[in-house]
């Protein structure tokens, strides 16, 4: 009984201190791993995105005030400067009806916009292919809950959008292809106005 309370406690120890990648297929992280904080929503500062027209310090600060859409908290949520402050300010009483059937859809925007908007953070982000990225917090919702319990939302939505990324690269990398083999075919028939117009794209 001893041995097995001992085996227990030091599993546990073990889930709790998951960092970085992790049996070569998964990627803990949280605020508070510096090398993967620019995953966070707030711990990645200096980052802002522009949704909408719209201007925000953090991806942070756009979930939080989406939470009030259309209200005076949110332009208040907008232009505050501390993301932990606009996490604070989400908090407040007064959210729009909708919040859990769109609060999803609101994250992955936020965060394909700020790896859209940031070339060094989306290179980040592709070399993490092809990893299962997971924000190993208490957070039940976002995160992993610490033992694994949580529905890790955020890691999801990060993976997703990583996904994508990477997905549309290929595509792109495949049509420049083509249209290299395009322009070598037509240089090898001396078309060369053609074959200049394609080299050039």
């Not at 909408?52 to 908290?73: C, I, M, R, V």
């Not at 208490?138 to 939505?157: E, H």
């Not at 290929?170 to 074959?195: G, M, V």
Request: charged share 25%; aromatic share 8%.
């Amino acid at each position: 009984k001893h041995a097995m309370e001992s085996a227990e406690r030091l599993k546990q120890e073990i889930i709790k201190s998951r960092r970085g990648v992790v049996e070569g297929k998964f990627l803990y992280f949280n605020g508070g791993v510096p090398e993967y904080a620019w995953l966070d929503n707030i711990a990645c500062q200096g980052y802002p995105v522009k949704i909408d027209g719209f201007l925000y310090p953090s991806t942070e600060h756009y979930f939080q005030s989406q939470k009030f859409a259309g209200s005076d908290l949110e332009h208040t949520i907008r232009t505050t400067l501390d993301p932990m402050e606009a996490k604070r300010l989400g908090h407040s009483e007064g959210l729009r009806a909708d919040w859990e059937n769109v609060k999803i859809d609101v994250m992955l925007k936020a965060v394909a916009a700020k790896f859209e908007q940031h070339e060094s953070l989306r290179m980040k982000l592709v070399d993490t292919s092809p990893l299962l990225i997971v924000e190993h917090t208490k957070d039940t919702c976002w995160g992993d809950g610490i033992d694994g319990s949580g529905k890790n939302l955020l890691g999801k939505a990060l993976t997703a959008v990583r996904n994508s990324i990477v997905k549309s690269a290929r595509s792109r990398k495949n049509i420049a292809i083509l249209e290299l083999h395009r322009a070598i075919d037509a240089d090898r028939n001396k078309n060369f106005h053609t074959a200049l117009t394609l080299y050039a794209s």
